[in-house]
């Protein structure tokens, strides 16, 4: 048989050569995805992985093969490796273990790792689907996810936080959270504006306008900071510097419902009183905003004030609809019809959805007992009362200042002190403050001298501490003992202490307490304090540790430590130990 020749060298022309390396295997692994052939997708993943093994890409690609086939531990294992050794700014594995440990059902585990991803992760892809997986995890553990932060979304949380603590009348404690937040997010306006709110219900005017400023500069057009300004300016009798914000603000028509809102209550503080119905009226025009008792009451009185009596009738009947309990909309009510009766003269009625000053005091002094507990705590009184000490008539103020006499809480003497030391105030108003706070400080430095004594159980506490200097900071009975007692108590449960460290976390803590009023609302943040106080008193004493070894027994996040951490040593009378980051 006789045939061509082939040389070798000519076949070997003719020959393709295949450059094995971790893209070829890719390829090959995604078309096997495609077709459905998962075994061979994660052999080529595999061999991908051994070509580069320092691409964290592929080894999550080879753990979301795992997690396909139900192989969920292995595919976690490969995660947290990305994370321990390769690269642990891939954040985005904590969700993909979050997945898995749901998928076992494990779901303290799934919280843990969603919480951190949560906290770390800076570009928030996976955020849909984690508040899905949190509403899922919120049914089954059935309680709320311990989360402080949420990273992506700039301070979102703190920021909650802290309007929650301005609505409940507590203006230092929301300062001081809104001031370590600016550092960190200089361009969040909204969280500048309401640490301007905090400074003004606290009395400290000057910082209030310079953050304004800080937020205008940065943003000319910022509605609520024009707002708030207004009200400043107006606090301060600058009527031409009001004037020229009215003309500004009058001309915006927002579409926003809170900027609606906002722009509504201001230009009522300011006066405005039918342009702040005009905007109240289109709120409750609004499916969303409809059925607030509190708006409904704050457009009858723009409409009172613009004598639309009809309209303030109709608007107060609603009220009462809306939220039946309440006297207010009866006491207006009643009120009005004594004007339309010509008994009485009408008067501006202010924008607040509680009854008036006097009305409240009269009640109070029917109980015999001073102001009811239910009534102390209830934030929208608190607030009336910080805002009549500073914008209210003669009269006002000193039943103010004596009212919050009979609160007395930490609050309340920061309030009068700040009032006290406002210069300009009227001399015998600064004097029933003085007096007041005078008798708050003996009640409580009695209180504390008991309190301290056994504010811990089983330790050493005069060892810890000098009685005396602990009276002077004061305010250590603002909680009862108990209270206080978890954290000290999770900080010595978890941490099997030796003696000498124990009584340094005591140290520690009653020195924060008795500087600050720490928020325990629940189980994040004892657990927080905790951890904390652990890891300062451990570097107090050089004993090794870092913020993530504290955190993975606490169930916490390493930056959760830190920032509790941070805290108490700020406030704490102590020096950044050795070692300390």
Same mark, same amino acid.
């Given at each position: 048989?006789?045939?061509?020749?082939?040389?070798?060298?000519?076949?070997?022309?003719?020959?393709?050569?295949?450059?094995?390396?971790?893209?070829?295997?890719?390829?090959?692994?995604?078309?096997?995805?495609?077709?459905?052939?998962?075994?061979?997708?994660?052999?080529?993943?595999?061999?991908?992985?051994?070509?580069?093994?320092?691409?964290?890409?592929?080894?999550?690609?080879?753990?979301?093969?795992?997690?396909?086939?139900?192989?969920?531990?292995?595919?976690?294992?490969?995660? &947290?490796?990305? !994370?321990?050794?390769?690269?642990?700014?891939?954040?985005?594995? /904590? $969700?993909?273990?979050? *997945? #898995?440990? +749901?998928?076992?059902?494990?779901?303290?585990?799934?919280?843990?790792?969603?919480?951190?991803?949560?906290?770390?992760?800076?570009?928030?892809?996976?955020?849909?689907?984690?508040?899905?997986?949190?509403?899922?995890?919120?049914?089954?553990?059935?309680?709320?996810?311990?989360?402080?932060?949420?990273?992506?979304?700039?301070?979102?949380?703190?920021?909650?936080?802290?309007?929650?603590?301005?609505?409940?009348?507590?203006?230092?404690? &929301?300062?001081? !959270?809104?001031?370590?937040?600016?550092?960190?997010?200089?361009? /969040? $306006?909204?969280?500048? *504006? #309401?640490? +301007?709110?905090?400074?003004?219900?606290?009395?400290?005017?000057?910082?209030?306008?310079?953050?304004?400023?800080?937020?205008?500069?940065?943003?000319?057009?910022?509605?609520?900071?024009?707002?708030?300004?207004?009200?400043?300016?107006?606090?301060?009798?600058?009527?031409?510097?009001?004037?020229?914000?009215?003309?500004?603000?009058?001309?915006?028509?927002?579409?926003?419902?809170?900027?609606?809102?906002?722009?509504?209550?201001?230009?009522?503080?300011?006066?405005?009183?039918?342009?702040?119905?005009?905007?109240?009226?289109?709120?409750?025009?609004?499916?969303?905003? +409809?059925?607030?008792?509190?708006?409904?009451?704050?457009?009858?009185?723009?409409?009172?004030?613009?004598?639309?009596?009809?309209?303030?009738?109709?608007?107060?009947?609603?009220?009462?609809?809306?939220?039946?309990?309440?006297?207010?909309?009866?006491?207006?009510?009643?009120?009005?019809?004594?004007?339309?009766?010509?008994?009485?003269?009408?008067?501006?009625?202010?924008?607040?959805?509680?009854?008036?000053?006097?009305?409240?005091?009269?009640?109070?002094?029917?109980?015999?007992?001073?102001?009811?507990?239910?009534?102390?705590?209830?934030?929208?009184?608190?607030?009336?009362?910080?805002?009549?000490?500073?914008?209210?008539?003669?009269?006002?103020?000193?039943?103010?200042?004596?009212?919050?006499?009979?609160?007395?809480?930490?609050?309340?003497?920061?309030?009068?002190?700040?009032?006290?030391?406002?210069?300009?105030?009227?001399?015998?108003?600064?004097?029933?403050?003085?007096?007041?706070?005078?008798?708050?400080?003996?009640?409580?430095?009695?209180?504390?001298?008991?309190?301290?004594?056994?504010?811990?159980?089983?330790?050493?506490?005069?060892?810890?501490?000098?009685?005396?200097?602990?009276?002077?900071?004061?305010?250590?009975?603002?909680?009862?003992?108990?209270?206080?007692?978890?954290?000290?108590?999770?900080?010595?449960?978890?941490?099997?202490?030796?003696?000498?460290?124990?009584?340094?976390?005591?140290?520690?803590?009653?020195?924060?307490?008795?500087?600050?009023?720490?928020?325990?609302?629940?189980?994040?943040?004892?657990?927080?304090?905790?951890?904390?106080?652990?890891?300062?008193?451990?570097?107090?004493?050089?004993?090794?540790?870092?913020?993530?070894?504290?955190?993975?027994?606490?169930?916490?996040?390493?930056?959760?430590?830190?920032?509790?951490?941070?805290?108490?040593?700020?406030?704490?009378?102590?020096?950044?130990?050795?070692?300390?980051?």
């Amino acid at each position: 048989m006789k045939g061509k020749l082939v040389r070798t060298e000519d076949h070997l022309a003719n020959i393709i050569p295949i450059h094995l390396d971790a893209s070829f295997f890719f390829e090959r692994a995604v078309r096997s995805l495609d077709r459905n052939h998962v075994d061979k997708a994660l052999k080529y993943f595999r061999k991908a992985v051994e070509y580069e093994p320092e691409n964290p890409v592929n080894h999550c690609n080879m753990a979301g093969i795992l997690s396909e086939k139900g192989d969920y531990e292995a595919s976690n294992s490969i995660l &947290a490796h990305v !994370l321990d050794v390769i690269d642990p700014s891939m954040t985005e594995c /904590y $969700f993909y273990m979050a *997945n #898995n440990f +749901a998928n076992m059902d494990q779901f303290e585990e799934a919280e843990r790792a969603l919480v951190t991803y949560l906290e770390e992760d800076s570009q928030g892809q996976f955020m849909t689907e984690a508040e899905e997986m949190m509403e899922l995890l919120y049914y089954e553990l059935d309680r709320p996810a311990k989360l402080n932060r949420i990273k992506s979304r700039k301070g979102v949380v703190e920021h909650d936080q802290a309007r929650e603590l301005l609505e409940e009348g507590k203006f230092a404690q &929301a300062a001081e !959270l809104l001031e370590g937040m600016s550092p960190d997010y200089p361009d /969040y $306006f909204a969280a500048r *504006n #309401n640490l +301007a709110l905090a400074y003004y219900y606290m009395g400290l005017f000057t910082k209030a306008k310079e953050t304004i400023a800080e937020v205008l500069e940065q943003e000319p057009g910022n509605l609520h900071a024009l707002c708030n300004l207004a009200i400043f300016y107006q606090n301060e009798n600058q009527t031409d510097q009001v004037l020229m914000l009215i003309k500004k603000l009058r001309v915006i028509v927002p579409y926003q419902n809170e900027q609606v809102y906002k722009l509504a209550t201001t230009m009522g503080i300011l006066g405005q009183h039918d342009a702040a119905y005009t905007h109240f009226r289109r709120l409750l025009k609004n499916e969303e905003t +409809a059925g607030d008792p509190a708006l409904a009451h704050y457009a009858a009185v723009a409409a009172y004030n613009t004598e639309r009596y009809d309209m303030a009738k109709r608007l107060w009947h609603y009220v009462n609809k809306l939220d039946p309990g309440s006297e207010v909309a009866s006491y207006y009510l009643d009120d009005l019809e004594e004007v339309l009766q010509g008994l009485q003269e009408p008067s501006k009625l202010s924008y607040h959805y509680h009854l008036p000053f006097d009305e409240q005091f009269r009640q109070w002094e029917d109980y015999g007992n001073g102001i009811p507990d239910e009534m102390k705590n209830d934030p929208l009184i608190r607030s009336s009362f910080f805002w009549a000490l500073r914008h209210g008539d003669h009269a006002t103020k000193l039943q103010v200042i004596h009212a919050l006499g009979m609160i007395g809480d930490y609050e309340v003497r920061q309030a009068l002190q700040s009032f006290i030391n406002e210069p300009g105030e009227d001399p015998d108003l600064v004097n029933a403050a003085q007096h007041v706070l005078s008798d708050l400080q003996i009640a409580k430095g009695y209180e504390q001298e008991a309190s301290v004594s056994h504010l811990f159980s089983g330790g050493d506490i005069d060892s810890i501490r000098n009685k005396d200097q602990a009276l002077n900071r004061g305010n250590l009975s603002r909680m009862e003992a108990p209270h206080w007692q978890v954290v000290v108590d999770r900080a010595l449960q978890m941490s099997e202490a030796r003696a000498e460290l124990q009584q340094e976390m005591e140290r520690i803590w009653i020195d924060y307490v008795s500087r600050v009023h720490p928020e325990l609302s629940g189980s994040k943040q004892i657990e927080g304090w905790a951890a904390g106080l652990e890891y300062l008193a451990s570097k107090n004493h050089s004993r090794p540790v870092t913020y993530q070894s504290v955190a993975e027994r606490y169930g916490i996040s390493a930056s959760t430590v830190s920032k509790y951490a941070r805290q108490l040593l700020e406030i704490c009378s102590t020096t950044p130990p050795k070692g300390y980051s």
